[in-house]
């Protein structure tokens, strides 16, 4: 059992966890990356399926009206983990009394978040002169402690590499969240069937957690060390409190100012970007955390792991913004339906993120990795108040000025945080910019060819329009990039690594 190889860790050096031995660590990211691409993909097909049953079940106010609470309480409930788990797998070793230590701080900081969210209820249902609103957050607020009781236990197995179980747990508890939700709106529960859907993934995945990890938290007491972990989790609580506001004031300013059935229009478009860039982040976090906190001691090798995964993401991030842009429209009606087709342009004009975004996210990663997360805040406040100004610009003119002011701001302030990460990590920032211009060009150049194609040929059934274009456009930007000498060794080299992962799954 690895509780027993904890006790005997611990019994010789005191630690409970050391490093993952530097010579098996690129077999072990590039199997742990397989294992977590699989694991979303078969997510995403999950959650794709519950958005087309869902958004036929429920309406557009029923969404927005979720979506206006959860933009104030993801804020609260984000001090449930206080970056905690960030903590536990960044750190290069870990005594089970540490551990033990962090858990008790996140059970106490859920019981704080579900408090706060008790107490800020009816101020909530007044903000928006909603009193539906009060409601939900009460019922957020119970989900809360939950989630916090699984905290450590993820980062334990995030720290190990156990990539495995983590897709079983996520893919378990997201089955078990879907059926409930589905369930729950057919028998015209409207907006309460988004919550039981997050209930019921987040008690399932907490329960999977505690079977599978192996380790049971010992009683609260004094560890040596603590202060440090609580000191670096306080500078990430700061950076993804700093993040989330970013990528909500958008919703709240909408829902205060323009209502629920316009931030529904809104926050379904953000959705439907969000379910594809979720099959791209949380592989690439959950493998590269812990793979550049273990680099950091080989500063070449550092530099090159950076620049060859900011190609896959703009390999990946580039491929999406092409589909999205090109067929924005078959994408919203083939998912939602005829009754959301003012998402349309929204989707259209958000769908750069699909490139700004990963990166942005490996970059974030990088220098928190780095043991930076104070520079990170900084980036995060200057960003925010940039991107506050851009929306409160574009509010006048409804939901497509906000998400032009979205935009601009988010194409100023990632370019600033390429070169902000390379001067804190000893790169430069031309570098990854020139490694990403290939792909970014290129997918402009197949994007303005299909958008002349579907003026000639324009197929009147949406999911064959998709079909044909999507996977077209994807043949010819790989094509493109083979003629390429760079981009072609690029993609000779993702053969090999998606080989090596393949008889690296066989063989376990």
């Not at 397989?34 to 049953?53: D, E, H, P």
């Not at 690439?284 to 950091?296: A, E, G, Q, Y």
């Not at 100023?412 to 910019?433: A, D, E, N, P, Y």
Request: with cysteine; proline share 4%; glycine share 10%.
């Amino acid at each position: 059992m690895y509780s027993r190889q904890m006790r005997v860790d611990n019994k010789n050096n005191g630690a409970f966890f050391n490093d993952v031995d530097l010579s098996d660590l690129r077999k072990k990211s590039i199997r742990g990356g397989a294992i977590s691409i699989g694991n979303q993909a078969l997510k995403f097909l999950l959650r794709a399926g519950s958005t087309v049953v869902m958004a036929r079940l429920l309406t557009p106010s029923d969404f927005g009206l979720v979506a206006m609470v959860s933009s104030f309480i993801g804020f609260v409930t984000m001090f449930r983990d206080f970056g905690l788990s960030i903590a536990t797998i960044q750190k290069q070793s870990i005594t089970e009394d540490q551990l033990t230590g962090l858990f008790w701080v996140n059970v106490l900081l859920g019981l704080i978040a579900m408090t706060v969210c008790f107490a800020c209820a009816p101020i909530i249902g007044f903000f928006y002169g909603e009193p539906r609103a009060q409601s939900i957050t009460i019922a957020f607020g119970g989900i809360a402690i939950i989630s916090s009781l699984g905290a450590q236990h993820s980062a334990v197995l995030e720290r190990q590499m156990r990539f495995g179980t983590l897709a079983a747990r996520d893919l378990s508890a997201l089955l078990v969240g879907v059926i409930c939700g589905i369930i729950s709106a057919f028998f015209g529960l409207r907006f309460w069937a988004l919550i039981i859907m997050q209930a019921a993934n987040t008690i399932s995945g907490t329960i999977f957690l505690w079977l599978k990890s192996g380790w049971r938290p010992g009683f609260p007491k004094r560890a040596a060390g603590l202060r440090k972990l609580l000191e670096f989790g306080g500078a990430q609580t700061i950076c993804s409190m700093l993040a989330f506001a970013n990528h909500n004031m958008d919703n709240i300013l909408i829902g205060k100012f323009l209502g629920g059935a316009a931030v529904g229009f809104y926050s379904k478009a953000q959705a439907l970007l969000n379910t594809p860039l979720a099959q791209i982040l949380p592989p690439v976090m959950k493998v590269s955390t812990p793979m550049f906190s273990r680099l950091i001691i080989d500063p070449s090798q550092f530099r090159r792991a950076t620049i060859k995964l900011t190609e896959i993401l703009c390999f990946g991030g580039s491929i999406l913004v092409m589909v999205i842009f090109s067929n924005a429209d078959w994408i919203v009606l083939l998912m939602l339906g005829n009754q959301w087709i003012e998402t349309i342009p929204v989707f259209k004009l958000l769908a750069i993120f699909g490139l700004l975004e990963p990166i942005s996210w490996l970059l974030g990663t990088i220098l928190v990795a780095s043991g930076k997360p104070n520079s990170m805040a900084v980036w995060w406040a200057v960003t925010v108040v940039v991107v506050l100004a851009c929306i409160l610009a574009g509010l006048p003119w409804g939901i497509m000025g906000v998400a032009v002011g979205f935009v601009l701001s988010g194409i100023v302030t990632r370019l600033w945080l390429v070169f902000f990460v390379s001067k804190k990590i000893g790169m430069s920032g031309l570098k990854l910019i020139l490694a990403c211009a290939p792909f970014v060009v290129t997918a402009c150049g197949v994007s303005i060819l299909m958008t002349f194609l579907r003026t000639v040929w324009e197929p009147q059934n949406v999911l064959i329009g998709v079909a044909s274009f999507a996977p077209f456009g994807t043949g010819v930007y790989i094509l493109v990039l083979f003629c390429i000498p760079k981009t072609r060794e690029f993609l000779r080299n993702l053969y090999q690594m998606g080989f090596l992962a393949f008889h690296s799954l066989k063989s376990n």
